[in-house]
């Protein structure tokens, strides 16, 4: 049986030197959402009022699609960020790794079919 101190057993579960720099990411990704999300809704909202061909027209202009791509990478990173910090809490070993590494190619391909989407209604 061995006798370990308090401190030995705490040795290596400290601190990661990442948790200021997490919070920081997520404070301003949800500054940013507090802001953009009634802006978007607004303009989601009003984009819908016609026709197929109204709304494609619509969201062709610049403003309503530059609206639409920030709110889109802003939301899905802030949800990155979100879900990495849960993969790195709850899941361990390999199996963490290779989570963490499908949740951050899941999330880029989302911006990149969701800014590709909004390119091809704006052009």
């Not at 639409?68 to 709850?90: I, N, P, Q, R, W």
Request: net charge neutral.
């Amino acid at each position: 049986m061995t006798y370990l101190t308090d401190r030995k057993r705490a040795q290596g579960m400290g601190s990661g030197r990442q948790g200021t720099t997490h919070h920081w990411h997520m404070m301003i990704s949800s500054v940013a959402l507090i802001v953009m999300t009634p802006i978007f809704v607004c303009t989601f909202g009003y984009g819908f009022s016609g026709s197929y061909e109204e709304v494609l027209a619509y969201f062709g202009r610049p403003f309503p699609a530059i609206v639409s791509g920030l709110m889109l990478v802003a939301a899905v990173m802030h949800f990155t960020f979100e879900a990495k910090e849960a993969v790195e809490d709850y899941v361990h070993g390999t199996a963490q790794k290779l989570t963490l590494i499908a949740l951050t190619g899941l999330c880029y391909t989302l911006i990149a079919v969701g800014l590709f989407a909004l390119a091809r209604i704006a052009l």
